[in-house]
């Protein structure tokens, strides 16, 4: 007899499989919040469904929730935005199971800036609280996106009392995750670091000078003999018929440079004789 009557009593349905499309209104790309095809909203008017209305987003296992801004999709349809299809590997045209979800108030959540110059704003906690009112509920794990002053920020939601909860209406304290945070740099060190940028600098500068002024010097020295410069780089390689090739031009050369350095020392010993003899007249006259 209840099979039978129950046969007629309408199912209450809390789950939809989906097709997923992108909003394009760049003025809800940040949104925690989607929009739904209007029959599910007639169907949750047939149960007793706790406002604002809160769902869950599952796709080969990933989990995440958010509210939702219009039922004003197409039939079969769900619109979420860029962010949210990235969090769960969504592609337009993938199929997304929605559920209706009656969650728990946050009592403590934490986040972890993907980039830590969102930090160094003049007050990030009240940023991030502003931004936040675009949100019904969070899910541990999220990296949702917030916009400030044109500029993307990534934020990451590293705990959440419960793992999935409602933050609508909860008073709660954000906190954020310091642990991988870039050291403060004081004004001394930072002045320090200058510093010694600066002297870095000026030393390489005379080191580039010193070795500009020793290149030059050798390009003048080539330039006085090309011809011994040409030959005397042409050392070792091989002979037509294969075998390696007699590196006498390098021994040359410095027989040569030897030769040369004698003769400038026979030179000097001549002055310094002569040099000599003078002083000894004059002594004599």
Sequence with gaps: MFSFLSSFIPQRITSWNLRVTKIHDPKFKNYGSIFLPQNILLELSQIEAVYPLIFSLENDGLITHSGVLEFTAPPGFCQLPEWLMQQLFLLEGDVVKISYKNLEIAKKIMFKPIDYSFLQLANPKIVLEKQLRNYRALTQGDVIVINYLNKDYKLEVVEL??????????????????????????????????????????????SSSSSSSTNQSNINNSTTNPKSNYFGSLTGGYRVDGKSAPTTTTTTTTTTTTTTNTTNTTNNTTTATTNNTNIISSNNT
Excluded: K, R
């Excluded at 008073?171 to 002297?199: C, G, H, K």
């Design 161 to 206: 009392v419960p793992t999935a909860a409602s933050i609508t209406e909860a008073d709660v304290d954000l906190e954020f995750d310091m642990s991988a945070a870039p050291p403060t740099v004081s004004p001394t060190q930072q002045l320090t670091s200058n510093i010694n940028q600066s002297s870095s600098s000026s030393s390489y500068s005379s």
